[in-house]
């Protein structure tokens, strides 16, 4: 009999601290972490009724599965949930052609913050008018294309971007309207916020400093510039709607203060993304619906303080749309069980991919979840920590998880809700190609974004030969 590769596990050593309690049933897929209707199927994790060993077979690992049905129905339960309001997909969190044209379809609007960004939306026939384009430091190129393809806005972040953007807009004969981007000293993160009164960041205009009404007065003056409204983005993955309270009760004290002063009442206020997914099992991220309804509360609340009209309401989701409809499936290359002091120990499980592919661990501390996807096991769990291939020994892709001790060398392993900020983050790190994204729905899969080849890679290299010594057999080719 094969030696367990867990030996040392089962011999009385301690577990490592904050892994959590070892789970009842290691095999399991937890419904809110994984995609909708996930489940096993002749005992290997299947989505959009496709098993992950086909989709390993047909495409390859590492890969991501976008479970097309998941992303639509949660675009659509946005859609519908902020009926009356305007919801704009952030694409930053991730974009392809296909997915683009869903929003399309679906009627929403959608968020860029780079020339390259916009470019992708508009070749997927996106239109203009629904478009936002983002970001604190918009190029002369960039903002000649988005006002020259006719975006519906344009959110200022400097008081250089206002005096290039009336430049562009005059020069082409064009009224381009804007919302401004108010820093309101919130900072929001999962179940807590703060608010300071000022900010040490990149982004926007300054609410205490003064620097928000005077951008306003910028944009008021010009005749090539129409004023939309505001716009506050307070965080990211917020569980807690208290922080968006707080940047509404300001946006809207501005507001007031801006139709007292210029007799102007801005007709829109964004409120920015940052809406949170389950990445763990134990999350539990307020519904689409519930968000609407206290966001339409907190800004009709706010608005009546000040006896003022209340303004359509925009908000930006990327990752709640995006995230929890895709997973990474990768190959297990080696086991290795380790002492970890104390007594304790882990099993380090390496994959074909890691930092290159889900940056996200290594950069925020972002915590996933993962199972052994291939088969079932019947082994008992063990503390065990998911890491990549890379030259870095933070190249983590699951920091803490328990999986079967029997896990192996074949095996595939599946992260569950890594559809935003990780394929839109991929590099090249150690030369890999990024892994292509498949959708599955109702037992079929189809590429939506192919795999990068080395050919692709040394491509973009002047001095490599055409030929490859291997004879062209690169293991990623
Ligand atoms: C990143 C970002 C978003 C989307 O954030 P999520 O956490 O993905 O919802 C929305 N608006 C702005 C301005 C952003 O920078």
Known sequence: MRAHPAGPLHGGLQIPEDIGARPDDVNAIAPNVWPTGARRVDGALAIGGVSVNDLAAAHGTPLFALDEDDFRGRSRDFQSSFDGMDVFYA????????????????????????????QLALRAGFPAARI??????????????????????????????????????????VVQPVLVRVTVGV???????????????????SLAAGKAIEAVREVLSSDALKFLGLHSHIGSQIFDTS????????????????????????????????????????DDPPSAHDVASSLREIVNRECATY????????VEPGRAIVGPGTISVYEVGTVKPVEVG????????????????????????????????????????VPARVVGKHCESGDIVVR???????????????????????????????????????????????VLVRRETLDDLFALDTTLAVESPLGGKESLA
């Open 342 to 381: 104390q007594g304790a120990a882990r099993l380090y499980v390496s994959v074909d991919g890691g930092m290159s592919d889900n940056i996200r661990t290594a950069l925020y501390d972002a915590e996933y979840t993962c199972v052994l996807a291939s088969r079932l096991s019947t082994a008992e769990p």
């Open 243 to 282: 922080g968006f309270e707080v940047a509404a009760h300001r946006v809207v004290e501005l507001a007031a203060q801006i139709y007292k002063e210029y007799g102007v009442v801005p007709a829109e206020l964004d409120l920015g993304g940052g809406l949170g997914i389950s990445y763990l099992p134990h």
């Open 307 to 314: 006896g003022m009209q209340v303004p359509r309401v925009s």
């Open 187 to 205: 900072e929001a993160h999962t179940h807590e916020f703060i608010a300071t009164a000022h900010e040490d960041q990149k982004f926007g205009f």
């Open 91 to 118: 694409g930053k969190s991730f974009l392809c052609g296909a997915l683009v044209q869903w929003l399309d379809q679906d009627g929403l609007g959608l968020d860029v913050c780079s020339g390259g960004e916009l």
């Open 400 to 446: 803490d998880v328990w999986l079967p001790g029997d896990v192996q060398s074949g095996d595939l392993i599946a992260v569950a809700a890594t559809g935003a900020y990780c394929r839109a983050m991929a590099s090249n790190y150690n030369m890999l190609g990024k892994p292509p994204v498949v959708a599955v729905k109702d037992g079929g899969m189809r």
């Open 132 to 173: 936002a384009m983002h970001g604190n430091n918009k190029s002369v190129a960039e903002l000649t294309d988005g006002v020259t393809a006719g975006v519906g806005r344009v959110v200022v972040d400097s008081f250089e971007e206002i005096a290039r953007l009336q430049q562009i807009a005059a020069e082409h004969g």
